[in-house]
């Protein structure tokens, strides 16, 4: 067993794993942060997404071990602890970016991570920056409004 | 799936990496980005017992531009090399193609070394390094070796690295200037079903995916040297080729494919 120190959602967490367990599992069997999803363990899917260090990764490609020392936020962590919701969950709200709701955890974290990195995203921009999370409900369309909309308002971005 | 057991040794320098590959042999490997390596182990196509994760040696993430060469830190990632100010001014091929790998989640762990070590011919930098006549710098036991991109690539997911050998740098000439590439697949995020690298008007064709490593596309170069037409050179790209067939593609839909994609390419590179 190896012990690391993860800082989850901003709270400082010890933990005693084996070297292979996958980030995902420490976050949903461990911590207990259920909302995490995993949906096809093969990397493909997205719905495992976090952001270590800001970043957006898939949880279920990185060991935890791997994370250790590491800032780790999980969609239970974005909204203010006074449950005013991020901007982007506000967005998915308003623009009714979601069915099931099985992809949206991982889809906001790409879509908070995406909006970071590229700040002038366009339509097209979008749908290539969410290409590694997929949804089988809503055919995506409502998804990339709520990105645009929090890309255009100028919260994250440097768009005039 | 849940990979099989292993033991996790942090490296804390390519030196100490070096070390711990001489001595646990073949059992080990080095865990760089792991998004080539976890998704094997998941499906225990890879059962190493030991890794050696090289991916905290940040002094490894690096690029430079010295007299006409870009010289790239091994453990750099795609989305560090698709953002870099200097890639875009000196080598902007190397950017361009980083940022079609994958999805962003993908690039943001991702590595240059990960991905030249791993070797597989359907990926997208070793084509461009190939095509840029790129070299890679290799570390073991006896100091380092400089290896040229065009003898790295020896075999199906092999290369000229020895067991106890660590990628520590990617070198690429600055400029290659009349570039493209071409990456032709059908799902979103997916790796090409096949891809085609030119670099500098012509004179460097590599191919994705057409053979059981990635490829210089000599035939092509050569009619390219000769003033053949791009249409003329990209007939023969697909030439003595033995692509693989799979779900996607066919071998004779790939060599169709190669011939296609290397004239869009020619020419979106500037060659006629
Ligand atoms: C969903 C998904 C989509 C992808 N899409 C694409 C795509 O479209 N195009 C594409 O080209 N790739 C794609 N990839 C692969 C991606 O680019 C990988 O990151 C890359 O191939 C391997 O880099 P890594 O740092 O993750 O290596 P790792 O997985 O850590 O290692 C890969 C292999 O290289 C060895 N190794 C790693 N670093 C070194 C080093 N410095 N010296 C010697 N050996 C080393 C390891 O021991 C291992 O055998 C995709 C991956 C995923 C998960
Ligand atoms: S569960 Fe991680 S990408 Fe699908
Ligand atoms: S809302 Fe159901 S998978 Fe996206």
């Not at chain 1, 190896?2 to 400082?12: F, Y």
């Not at chain 1, 999370?133 to 909309?149: D, E, F, P, S």
């Not at chain 2, 710098?137 to 199906?156: K, N, Q």
């Not at chain 2, 690429?172 to 799902?187: H, S, T």
């Amino acid at each position: 067993m190896e012990s690391i120190t993860l800082a989850v959602n901003g709270t400082e967490r010890n933990l005693e794993v084996e070297p292979r367990t996958l980030l995902v599992h420490a976050l949903r069997d461990d911590l207990r942060l259920t909302g995490t999803n995993i949906g096809c363990d093969s990397s493909s899917c997205g719905a495992c997404t976090v952001l270590v260090d800001g970043q957006s990764v898939k949880s279920c490609t990185m060991f935890a071990v791997q994370a250790d020392g590491a800032d780790v936020t999980t969609i239970e962590g974005v909204a203010d602890s006074d449950g005013t919701m991020h901007p982007m969950q506000q967005a998915f709200h308003e623009h009714h970016a979601l069915q099931c709701g099985y992809c949206t955890p991982g889809m906001v974290m790409a879509a908070i991570s995406l909006v970071e990195e590229y700040p002038d995203l366009d339509d097209q921009g979008v749908r290539h920056g969410l290409e590694g999370n997929l949804c089988r409900c809503t055919g995506y369309q409502n998804i990339v409004n709520a990105v645009l909309a929090v890309a255009g308002s100028g919260s994250e971005g440097s768009e005039s | 799936m849940i990979p099989a057991s292993f033991d996790y040794k942090v490296a804390e320098s390519a030196e100490h990496a070096v070390a711990l590959l001489t001595e646990h042999g073949d059992e080990a490997k080095l865990l760089a980005g792991g998004h080539s390596l976890i998704p094997m182990m998941r499906f225990r196509l890879a059962t190493p017992t030991v890794l050696v994760d090289v991916g905290r040696l940040d002094d490894l993430r690096y690029i430079n531009a010295d007299n006409g060469t870009i010289s790239i830190g091994a453990l750099t990632r795609h989305s560090e090399l698709e953002h870099s100010e200097l890639l875009a001014q000196s080598c902007p091929m190397m950017a361009s193609v980083a940022a079609l790998v994958g999805d962003p989640a993908v690039r943001h762990r991702g590595t240059l070394g990960g991905t030249l070590a791993h070797s597989d011919p359907a990926s997208d930098l070793p084509a461009a390094v190939l095509a840029l006549g790129g070299t890679i710098v290799a570390r073991g036991p006896g100091g380092d070796r400089e290896i040229a991109a065009t003898d790295f690539f020896t075999g199906y997911f092999e290369s000229a690295l020895a067991d106890d050998e660590m990628i520590v740098e990617v070198r690429v000439p600055a400029g290659g200037a009349g570039w493209n590439y071409q990456k032709f697949n059908r799902r979103a995020q997916d790796w090409a079903i096949v891809g085609v690298a030119v670099a500098n008007a012509g004179a460097g064709v590599s191919l994705v995916n057409m053979g059981s490593t990635p490829l210089r596309a000599s035939a092509v170069e050569a009619a390219v040297a000769s003033g053949a037409s791009a249409a003329d050179a990209a007939a023969v790209a697909a030439e003595g080729l033995q692509p693989p067939s799979d779900l996607n593609a066919d071998a004779d839909y790939r060599r169709h494919l190669a011939r296609v994609f290397t004239q869009r390419a020619l020419n979106a590179a500037g060659v006629a």
